[in-house]
Nanobody, 123 residues
Framework: QVQLVESGGGLVQAGGSLRLSCAAS????????MGWFRQAPGKEREFVAA????????VYADSVKGRFTNSRDNAKNTVYLQMNSLKTEDTAVYYC????????????????WGQGTQVTVTS
């Protein structure tokens, strides 16, 4: 079992920044890919970024490349999503998730989900 708790959402003006955190607990966390997804009202939940607890790589959706940075702190079992140059279209509930699959972007591959945190970007 893996438990995930997100924090850091809020209200920000376009062009601003926010940092989301996802605190993870459970056994064998090192075996998991940690993903970020988001869901805007009336839309499907979509992939944002993914990182593993070991290794240098991270993957991003094209819509956030160059603006969002995914990172981790292994000592704290926490992953972060630094979001810069925010746009109104980034407004959504952001979810942290965990998957055994390798750097997967597919929602169906993620077995564990946090409760979500709201990000609202105003113009």
């Amino acid at each position: 079992q893996v438990q995930l708790v997100e924090s850091g959402g809020g209200l920000v003006q376009a062009g601003g920044s926010l940092r989301l955190s996802c605190a993870a607990s459970g056994r064998t966390l090192s075996s998991y890919t940690m993903g970020w997804f988001r869901q805007a009202p009336g839309k499907e939940r979509e992939f944002v970024a993914a990182i593993r607890w070991s290794g240098p790589s991270t993957v991003y959706a094209d819509s956030v490349k160059g603006r969002f940075t995914n990172s981790r702190d292994n000592a704290k079992n926490t992953v972060y999503l630094q979001m810069n140059s925010l746009k109104t279209e980034d407004t959504a509930v952001y979810y942290c998730a965990a998957s055994i699959a390798w750097y997967t972007k597919l929602r169906r591959d993620y077995n564990y989900w946090g409760q979500g945190t709201q990000v609202t970007v105003t113009s």
